[in-house]
């Protein structure tokens, strides 16, 4: 049994300040290893709900998180952390979604030579070192606004201000030539902006890599268990369209980042997070895994630096996040037998029998 939970989520308002970090963790255990690690831990002595959020707070709830993150099960055998970095989300889908939509309409394959990723990474490390930090703040809300709420002011917003940020003086020679990529894209508009199920909400990307990964190491098309939070709620239809596509098992990308279609898992239920252990285990990885993450100057960075040296937490390399060079390098000389993209295209019918 797979179990899933998430924490950070903001859905598509990917300039929340407060949050800025998405987490999906995901638990696999038997039965067995369930009652197994409940008597271990006291679990039933300790009578509640397991949330990391209202335990990391007391010594006794500190106590009860020790406990289960030294506990043997809790291990990369059984947990996979994964995680989002929002900001880079942002620019990661300004190039998926403007710039990927112009140059496929002009015979380009952004994803070939890791192209996109080069554009991504590029525009997210100059906008962090731009010194006008309020510009490139009205610059990430006017694309995220256009995105969630398409209209003509907003679109008319976005470019104007990417235009401002061009010709900004503080703005160097390689921003300017990253950014002269956006403008020429406006032609395509309605096109990229068509389909809101697809757009910057960060549970799909991540719940889809993670079954891949589990599919990986075991073979197994397991039982996925989800909470009734909103961000499963909203896509469960989509990911059952694409654990049903009508193919032939295919494996399709990049180099390591290889994925299969039909989406390999097996049944996909919605439960009750106070009803199921495996629920509560993830959601104290996925909350523990943000409160890592995120910067903090209170009392609890002792703790929170305790919690960055679990062994589980080192390396996660399911994430949404600023590439290193060696990466991109590496991903620049892949090529695909078969373009994820252009597969799933191909198959939009099986995607979604609805939508043609």
């Known amino acids: 049994m797979l179990y899933f939970d998430e924490a950070g989520y903001t859905g598509p308002d990917l300039t929340n300040k407060e949050q800025p970090y998405f987490a ?11 009652a197994c690690m409940k008597k271990d831990i006291g679990y039933c002595e300790w009578g509640k709900e397991l949330h990391f959020k209202s335990m990391y707070t007391n010594p006794h709830g500190r106590a009860m998180l020790d406990k289960i993150f030294n506990h043997p099960l809790m291990d990369d055998n059984h947990v996979l952390p994964s995680f989002a970095y929002k900001i880079y989300c942002i620019y990661a ?7 990927e939509t112009m140059y496929y309409n002009q015979g380009v394959n952004l994803y070939e030579g890791a192209k996109n990723l080069i554009l991504a990474n590029g525009l997210y490390y100059f906008a962090t070192l731009h010194p006008n930090k309020d510009l490139m703040t009205e610059f990430e809300n006017c694309f995220v606004t256009m995105v969630r709420e398409p209209s003509v002011g907003s679109v008319a917003n976005f470019y104007r201000t990417t235009d401002k940020l061009v010709y900004n003086a503080d703005t160097k020679d390689g921003f300017f030539e990253m950014l002269s990529e956006i403008p020429p894209t406006i032609q395509y508009i ?3 902006l068509t389909d809101k199920k697809f757009y910057i909400d960060l549970t799909i990307p991540l719940f889809s890599v993670s079954i891949q990964e589990w599919y990986k190491r075991t073979g197994e098309k397991d039982t996925v268990l989800f909470d009734t939070s909103e961000p499963f709620y909203a896509n469960k239809e989509f990911m059952e369209h694409l654990r049903d596509m ?40 996925a909350s523990a895994l943000c409160f890592a993450l995120t910067p903090r100057e209170d009392k609890f960075v002792k703790y929170q630096d305790k919690i960055k040296s679990l062994p589980i937490f080192q390396n996660i390399k399911l994430n949404i996040a600023p590439s290193t060079n060696d990466f991109i390098e590496e991903r620049m000389k892949e090529t695909a ?17 609805e939508q043609n």
């Open 24 to 34: 999906l963790a995901s638990i696999r255990m038997t039965d067995d290893e369930v």
């Open 93 to 99: 889908n300004i190039v998926n979604i403007l710039v």
């Open 190 to 192: 309605k096109e990229a």
């Open 246 to 285: 009508d193919v032939p098992e295919t494996v399709v990308g990049y180099g390591k980042e290889k994925h299969v279609y039909p989406l390999p898992v097996g049944n996909m239920e919605i439960v009750k997070s106070h009803e199921e252990f495996g629920i509560q285990l993830a959601d104290v990885f």
């Open 337 to 353: 037998e078969i373009d994820p993209l252009v597969f799933l295209c191909e198959h939009s019918d099986e995607i979604n029998p």
